[in-house]
């Protein structure tokens, strides 16, 4: 699994949160992470290969301009992710 404890270089799999919905043509701009949006939200989640990498994603995603809520590297069940796009949002009224 990856940790913050086990990797002190940052690498492993990280959750971030953003207020706004991101367009899932932003999706192509983060390749092999995937993409979830919902009411007010958006959330991006996958491998992160170390610090500096990590830094880069949040300079892009700071670039885009919606508001960071969150960032957090999570434990994995170290099973490769396909990045995919999911909207969870609710339709009609």
């Known amino acids: 699994m990856n ?41 991006i989640a996958g491998p992160v290969t170390d610090q500096a990498a990590l830094h880069g994603l949040l300079h892009r995603l700071r670039d885009i301009g919606l508001p960071l809520v969150s960032v957090r590297q999570v434990e994995t069940d170290d099973e490769p992710r396909p990045p995919h796009h999911t909207d969870r949002s609710t339709r009609g009224a």
Not at 9 to 36: H, K, N, V
């Open 3 to 43: 940790t913050a404890a086990t990797d002190p270089d940052g690498s492993g799999w990280y959750e971030i949160r953003l207020q706004g919905r991101l367009d899932p043509r932003w999706a192509a701009c983060f390749e092999g992470m995937a993409l979830t949006t919902g009411p007010g939200f958006t959330q």
